[in-house]
Nanobody, 124 residues
Framework: VQLQASGGGLVQAGGSLRLSCAPS????????MGWFRQVPGKERDFVAAISWRNGVTRYGESVKGRFTISRDNAMNTVTLQMNSLKPEDTAVYYC??????????????????WGQGTQVTVSS
């Protein structure tokens, strides 16, 4: 696994979690990196993305105003701050890089560089 994701866990509705992603043995690839999430039996959905060079961001509609993606170029990490969590945010969260330009609502089917996933569970 070349991308290491961490920070998942169990939290009550309304709470916060912060996920981090860092490449192992390399730097981030490509124009942008992002987060996706997946629940059993459903497709992997786009959550957020950030361009590596200038920090431009894009969010999925369901997380706008609640989640914030950021990058630390010096530390070679990307963070997803998740606030006001809802039970429907429960999923396995995956980071990915080598996302192409321009920023968009990426389809997971077009992404080939994934981290191992981290479970986020939001209780009601």
């Amino acid at each position: 696994v070349q991308l290491q994701a961490s920070g998942g866990g169990l939290v009550q509705a309304g709470g916060s979690l912060r996920l981090s992603c860092a490449p192992s043995g390399r730097t981030f690839w490509g124009y942008a990196m992002g987060w996706f999430r997946q629940v059993p039996g459903k497709e992997r959905d786009f959550v957020a993305a950030i361009s590596w060079r200038n920090g431009v961001t894009r969010y999925g509609e369901s997380v706008k105003g609640r989640f914030t993606i950021s990058r630390d170029n010096a530390m070679n990490t990307v963070t997803l701050q998740m606030n006001s969590l809802k039970p429907e945010d429960t999923a396995v969260y995956y980071c990915a890089d080598d996302l192409p330009s321009p920023l968009q609502y990426y389809s997971a089917k077009t992404i080939h560089s994934w981290g191992q996933g981290t479970q986020v569970t939001v209780s009601s």
